[in-house]
């Protein structure tokens, strides 16, 4: 399975970004997808994730109520919406899938395949 995130920029802070993850070749409707980041110099850490059916969903205590992570499966596709955007929001962002609902979403050796990273940039 092959993911490719997409959607990242440069915004200023407050602003908004989409962030689209879709796989090439196998669809991933039973898959558990996460959003991961890392900024330079940090670890990669779990921003949020979503359950096979969309049912359930994990945000990060830093991103609750300005992200939002969502999955259209018949379109093969997990997004993550991000709003009112900060500095600190700075990183390269990832999806990754699990084929197996992971035990804890913050957990990145528990998720099977990993895209190849988008560059999400917030001005000051």
């Known amino acids: 399975v092959q993911l490719q995130a997409s959607g990242g920029g440069l915004v200023q802070a407050g602003g908004s970004l989409r962030l689209s993850c879709r796989t090439s070749g196998r669809t991933f409707p039973n898959y558990a997808v996460g959003w991961f980041r890392q900024a330079p110099g940090k670890e990669r850490e779990v921003v949020a994730a979503?359950?096979?059916?969309?049912?359930?969903?994990y945000s990060a205590d830093s991103v609750k109520g300005r992200f939002t992570i969502s999955r259209d499966n018949p379109n093969n596709g997990v997004y993550l919406q991000m709003n009112s955007l900060r500095p600190e929001d700075t990183a390269v962002y990832y999806c990754a899938a699990a084929v197996s609902r992971p035990i804890s979403w913050a957990k990145s050796d528990e998720y099977d395949y990993w895209g190849q990273g988008t560059q999400v940039t917030v001005s000051s």
């Open positions: 979503i359950n096979w059916s969309g049912g359930v969903t």
